[in-house]
C-alpha cells in the first residue's frame, strides 16, 4: 500500500529550495554586482585607455631634414612632398600568389618598372619586421588620381605621403654630401645610445656617409605626433590632435659648389682627388674626389643592378678618395723637406751639392726621375728643378726618426679632424712605427726614398692640403671644416662652426721665405711654368710624380709599355696669392704621369676661377692619360 502524501513535508521541501535558488541567484548577483563596481570603479581607466588605444593611433610625423647649401646660398640637398606605393607587409604574406601576385594586379593600373621589382625584393629582405614596404615612389598626380580609382581592389596597399631628399646637383659633390637611406638594425642600435634616441621614433631614413651622417643629428629634426581615430580595420578616420615637429637644421658649407663643378668637370673621366682650402679660416673650398656617382640612387633604396655596377666598377666610383685614399705624394714632399733641413740646421739656403742624376748608398743607386745630371745645385735650384739626388742626400743626413718629427705638426700621418666621418691616418713612418709594424728594425737605406715622398710614406690627399694650407699660413695650423655654419630653422639663429687656430709650429720667417720663393719659381721657371703661363697672379707650387710599381736598378720606365693604371700618379700643391695665400690646394690624378701633365692645369682651373671668377672653357682631360712623360713634353725636366 502506497504511503499517504504528507502535503505540509512537501511544501517545506519546495520551500527550501526557493531559498537555495534565490540565495544562488542572489549569491550571483552580487559577484556580477561586485565586478561590475570593480571594472567601473577601480578599473575604469586602464579599460578607458584600453578602448581609446584601439579607437586610436598615436603617429608619428616626420620632421623637415635641415637643407644643405654652399657658401653662397646654392641649394645641395632638399626635400620635396610626393606619394608612395606601400604594400603592407602582412597583406603580401597572406595573399594567396604572394607579393609578387600583389605587384602584377598594381602593374595594371601604375606603371611598374623590372627595377622597382628588383627594389622592393631587396627592401623586403633589408626590412624584415617593417609594417609596409614601397613599391613604387614619387607618383605623379596622375598615378594618384588612377591608383585612387581601384584603391577597393587592394585593401592592403596604401598610397602615403613622403618627404623625399633630394640632390638637385646629380652628381657634383656627391663624396661630400652623402646621401641618406632607410633605417638599417645596425643603425637603430646606433640610435639607441644616442641622448635623443626619442626624436627618432618612426624615422625611416638616416644619414649613410658624408655630410648627411657626420650632420645627422642636427639635420634630422624633432619627430611630432598626430593622434588619430581608426577604424577596427585600422584605416585613420580624422585627426584629433596633433604635435607639430621640429625642423633640422640647415647647414651652410664653407665649399663653393661651383668651384667644386669647375674642379670635377676638368677630371673628366679621370681617377683622383682635389681638396682647397682658405689657410686662415681652414674653410675646405673644394672636396673632390673622382669619379663621382649619383646620390638620389639610394635615396629610396639602390636597385641591385646599380648597386652592382657601382661596386664593381674598376674605377671605384663610391671611394672617397679625398679622405680615404692613401698614396705616396712624390716631390711635393721636397718642399716640407727642405724647410725641416733649414730649420734643424742641416743646410744652408746656398749650400750646393753636386746632382751626377744618381745617388750610390751602397750598392743599390738610386736613379733621379731628371734622367739627365742637373750639376751644381743648392736648395733653390733642388726645388725649383726637382732634384731628387739633393733629397735623397737630405733624408739620409736627416734620418727618419727628425724627418718625422718635424713632418708630424704638419699633419703628415695624422687625423686632421675634419667634420665628416671615415678619415684614414696614413702612414708617417718613424723606427718605432717600423718596429710596431713589422717587429723590425729600420735600414738606413730605408730612408733614402723617404727624401722624395716614396717608401713607406702613404698620405691622405686631406692631409696634403691641410699641409700645404699650413704652409701658406706660415705654420698656423686651423683644423679643416666643411660646415661653416649651422642655421636654427626655427628662430634663424646661426651658429658659427669654425675652429679656432689649433697651434703654431715654430718657424723662422726667413726660411719659410727661402722655401716659397723656390715655390714661386717652380712655375715661373721650372716644372709647372707650362700649366701657369700668363697667371696674373703669383702662384707658390710644386709637382710630383708617385711611382705606383717597383722599377728594377736595369730597367728603363716607359709610360707606354706599362698598363694604365700602374702608371705615375700626377701631384701638385700650391697656394695664391703667394704673398697673401686665399687658397691653397693638392690634386692627384691617378696614373696620370708628371705633375705638370695632368695634376698642375687642373690646378690652374681651381686658381682662376677663386682668384679671377674665371669659368673656363678648356675641355677636360682625356680618358687614357698621355704616355708623353719625357722632358720635351712640357718643356720642363723632372716632375
Keep these: 500500500m502506497r504511503a499517504l502524501r504528507n502535503p505540509e513535508r512537501e511544501i517545506l521541501h519546495f520551500r527550501t529550495r526557493i531559498v537555495a535558488a534565490s540565495l544562488f541567484v542572489l549569491a550571483c548577483l552580487l559577484l556580477l554586482a561586485g565586478r561590475f563596481v570593480w571594472l567601473q570603479l577601480f578599473k575604469h581607466d586602464d579599460f578607458y585607455a584600453r578602448a581609446e588605444s584601439n579607437r586610436i593611433a598615436v603617429v608619428p610625423v616626420t620632421a623637415n631634414r635641415g637643407l644643405i647649401k654652399d657658401r653662397n646660398g646654392v641649394i645641395i640637398a632638399k626635400n620635396y612632398a610626393g606619394y608612395t606605393l606601400e604594400i603592407a607587409t602582412r597583406f603580401a604574406q597572406e595573399h594567396p600568389g604572394g607579393a609578387n601576385a600583389v605587384i602584377d594586379e598594381l602593374a595594371k593600373v601604375i606603371d611598374i618598372q623590372p627595377r622597382d621589382r628588383r627594389r622592393f625584393k631587396k627592401l623586403q629582405e633589408e626590412l624584415k619586421g617593417a609594417d609596409s614596404i614601397p613599391i613604387r615612389t614619387r607618383l605623379t598626380d596622375d598615378e594618384v588620381a588612377k591608383f585612387a580609382a581601384h584603391h577597393y581592389r587592394f585593401p592592403g596597399v596604401e598610397l602615403k605621403a613622403r618627404l623625399f631628399r633630394h640632390y638637385p646637383l646629380g652628381e657634383t659633390g656627391s663624396h661630400l654630401i652623402g646621401y641618406i637611406g632607410r633605417v638599417s638594425p645596425a643603425d637603430k642600435e646606433k640610435i639607441a645610445t644616442w641622448p635623443d634616441a626619442a626624436d627618432y621614433v618612426g624615422t625611416e631614413y638616416i644619414g649613410k656617409i658624408g655630410l648627411e651622417q657626420s650632420y645627422e643629428r642636427e639635420l634630422h629634426g624633432t619627430t611630432g605626433f598626430e593622434e588619430v581615430e581608426i577604424t577596427a580595420g585600422g584605416r585613420a578616420v580624422r585627426t584629433l590632435s596633433r604635435t607639430q615637429s621640429i625642423p633640422g637644421n640647415d647647414l651652410i658649407l664653407s665649399v663653393d659648389i661651383k668651384l667644386q663643378e669647375i674642379v670635377e668637370r676638368a677630371f673628366g673621366d679621370r681617377r683622383g682627388a682635389l681638396i682647397a682650402i682658405e689657410p686662415a679660416t681652414g674653410d675646405v673650398l673644394a672636396f673632390v674626389s673622382k669619379p663621382t656617382f649619383d646620390p638620389n640612387l639610394f635615396v629610396e633604396g639602390i636597385d641591385p643592378l646599380n648597386w652592382d655596377a657601382l661596386n664593381n666598377d674598376p674605377d671605384k666610383p663610391l671611394l672617397n678618395r679625398a679622405l680615404r685614399g692613401t698614396y705616396p705624394i712624390g716631390s711635393t714632399y721636397k718642399p716640407f723637406l727642405a724647410l725641416a733641413a733649414l730649420e734643424l740646421g742641416k743646410r744652408r739656403p746656398e749650400q750646393v ?134 642655421v636654427d630653422t626655427r628662430t634663424g639663429e646661426k651658429r658659427l662652426t669654425v675652429p679656432k687656430e689649433s697651434y703654431r709650429i715654430p718657424l723662422k720667417p726667413q726660411h719659410l721665405r727661402t722655401v716659397i720663393d723656390a715655390m714661386v719659381d717652380v712655375n ?42 700602374h702608371r705615375d700618379h700626377s701631384l701638385f700643391v700650391a697656394f695664391a696669392p703667394a704673398d697673401d695665400p686665399k687658397i691653397a690646394l693638392a690634386v692627384i690624378v691617378e696614373n696620370g704621369g708628371f705633375g705638370a701633365l695632368a695634376a698642375a692645369p687642373i690646378a690652374r682651373q681651381a686658381f682662376d676661377y677663386y682668384l679671377l671668377g674665371k669659368v673656363p672653357a678648356a675641355p677636360a682631360l682625356p680618358k687614357q692619360a698621355p704616355a708623353l712623360y719625357a722632358q720635351g713634353a712640357t718643356g720642363a725636366a723632372g716632375d
Design 353 to 486: 751639392i753636386y746632382d751626377p742624376g744618381y745617388f750610390m748608398f751602397g750598392n743599390h743607386r738610386f736613379r733621379d726621375s731628371n734622367k739627365v745630371p742637373l750639376g751644381p745645385v743648392d736648395m733653390h735650384r733642388s726645388i725649383v728643378k726637382s732634384s731628387d739626388i739633393y733629397y735623397y742626400m737630405l733624408a739620409n743626413d736627416l734620418g727618419v726618426d727628425a724627418i718625422h718629427d718635424f713632418m708630424k705638426p704638419f699633419g703628415f700621418g695624422q687625423i686632421t679632424g675634419i667634420d665628416v666621418e671615415g678619415e684614414q691616418t696614413g702612414i708617417l713612418p718613424s723606427t718605432q712605427w717600423k718596429e710596431r709594424r713589422f717587429k723590425q728594425k729600420w735600414y738606413a737605406g730605408e730612408t733614402i726614398s723617404i727624401g722624395i715622398g716614396q717608401g713607406y710614406n702613404a698620405f691622405t690627399l686631406l692631409q696634403l692640403a691641410h699641409a700645404t694650407a699650413n704652409l701658406a699660413n706660415r705654420g698656423v695650423v686651423m683644423k679643416p671644416h666643411l660646415v661653416k655654419q649651422v
Design 524 to 565: 715661373v721657371n721650372g716644372t709647372g711654368r707650362a700649366a701657369f703661363q700668363g697667371a696674373p697672379y703669383k702662384v707658390a707650387g710644386k709637382t710630383g710624380t708617385a711611382q705606383v710599381i717597383g722599377i728594377k736598378q736595369n730597367e728603363k720606365y716607359d709610360a707606354n709599355r706599362i698598363d694604365e693604371r
